[in-house]
């Protein structure tokens, strides 16, 4: 406990931006991809880096939704029309 006594106060705020930054990112990023954005968000400050390689690793890799033929914009199975460019999808 000695030891974080000595360390600045610098270095605790620089992690603490540090991890709302990650968390920031994290939750907007999954609010557009229409993941659970309050999870995500959560997990992202817990800590600095590992937590938004696990995001990133999971969110590009394990789960790819579907997108617009035209555009490229991710949509919901369930969609009629394409958010970004307004295409009718197939079923």
Do not use: H
């Amino acid at each position: 406990m000695e030891e974080l006594r000595n360390v600045p106060a610098a270095v605790f705020i620089l992690i603490a931006a540090l991890l709302f930054a990650q968390g920031t990112w994290i939750f907007l990023d999954a609010q557009k991809r229409g993941s659970n954005k309050w999870l995500w968000g959560f997990f992202g400050l817990l800590n600095v880096p590992s937590n938004l390689i696990i995001y990133l690793i999971v969110t590009r890799i394990f789960i790819k939704p579907a997108q617009c033929p035209d555009c490229g914009c991710p949509v919901e199975k369930d969609y009629s029309y394409c958010p970004g460019c307004g295409r009718q999808l197939d079923d």
